[in-house]
């Protein structure tokens, strides 16, 4: 199972800030993980916004970039400073 | 040092702590940012401010860094709400100590830049009209491209 | 607010009461100048601060004045020591208020430049080998004309 | 009788920081009370310095500047800042 985090207003349209989630076979990366969540979650594109970063274990990444059953992944709208 | 907070703190009492850990500067600049009363969406109840740790600590911690890097300071201090705040609370705080005054300004100001424009935060003002996240503005990437612009 | 004191003060009561003036600021920037413990002259054992009133005030005002006319600040303050004092004393406090950041530094960063190059101040150190006037540093100079080329 | 005042180190080279003084007849400007004063304390020139300003009751003036016998005079060296 992998941890999920929607940061932001993601938290908001995904109704949940964070949840554990089995990742499907062949969902490898997080392009694949993006669009596979997105349209599994009929959220209409919000989860593959380029503005939208993920993090995979505290670590911001460049992308596409591999994932694992074991990940931790935050989904992190534009930061808008405090 | 840095340290997010989910509770209101004073200002003054943190000046005066910091303070103490600078003795024998110069110079001391202080930095106080208020939960402001009007937002884009009109008059604010609440701020909520969400950091994701331990994102958000480290890259403050970073930006101390480098402006320790950039800047002879004897002393930094950074203190950031998270979680619901009312208007008029002190939202931050950041202080710095220097044997010069210019030291001591120009990092609270590059400090400050980072805080507000680049720290790892969501915030969404809760008004009449209900609740709203609030992206960056402009003017706030402007001020932080100040410092990439002027070198070290 | 421009006050002349001939005697200790402490910065984070002078930010307290500032607070409370400046009710309703975004932003709120303090600067605390502490006497330095070695001059040009070896350590100093006592810094002495001579003004002329009112000339001094005067100039002090007309600085708080400029600043308010440059920048939208909802309150200012100046404290500033005079006659002897020790290393480590608070010698000036400088605090700035406005809705954003950027004016309320720039201001506390003007007055800092006024005060350190063109009041009207007289200073002595007393270090072992006597009591030493000091004329004014090139680099308080070069600071000020900062503002000059600025524009407005 | 006017009242002078010495500030910083002229109050040291004074040996005092401010005095009552008649001014002689003839001494009728700022130009004429510095050579005069410097010559009759043999001060070496110390008061003609150019960078040494003078404040007639409470104002800096542009000199030379007329005086009279009732002014407050101040002979100011560099201002030295907080």
Not at chain 1, 53 to 67: F, G, H, K, T
Not at chain 2, 35 to 56: C, I, N, W
Not at chain 2, 101 to 110: G, N, Q, V, Y
Not at chain 2, 114 to 138: C, M, Q
Request: hydrophobic share 45%; proline share 5%.
């Amino acid at each position: 199972m992998a941890t999920l985090f929607y940061l932001g207003r993601l938290m908001d349209a995904l109704g949940t800030g964070t949840e554990t989630l089995a990742i499907p076979p062949g969902v490898n990366d997080t392009a694949a993980l993006r669009t596979w969540l997105d349209a599994e979650r009929q959220l209409g594109g919000i989860l593959t916004e380029p503005t939208v970063r993920l993090a995979i274990n505290d670590v911001i990444v460049s992308e596409p970039c591999a994932i694992s059953d074991t990940d931790e992944i935050a989904f992190l709208p534009p930061v808008g400073g405090g | 040092m840095v340290s997010l907070l989910d509770h209101a703190f004073d200002a003054t009492d943190a000046l005066r702590a910091f303070e103490k850990r600078a003795a024998g500067a110069g110079a001391i600049v202080s930095f106080t940012g208020l939960v402001r009363d009007t937002g884009k969406f009109g008059e604010v109840m609440t701020l909520h401010l969400q950091a994701y740790s331990p994102l958000t600590e480290r890259g403050i911690a970073a930006a101390v860094a480098e402006a320790e890097a950039r800047w002879p300071l004897t002393a930094t201090s950074v203190i950031h709400r998270i979680g619901d705040m009312a208007p008029a609370e002190p939202i931050v705080f950041v202080a710095t100590a220097s044997a010069h005054r210019r030291a001591a300004f120009e990092a609270a100001d590059f400090l400050m830049d980072y805080l507000k424009t680049e720290a790892v935060f969501w915030k969404k003002e809760t008004t009449a009209s209900g609740d709203h996240w609030i992206e960056p503005r402009n003017e706030d990437y402007s001020d932080r491209d100040r410092w990439s612009k002027t070198g070290s």
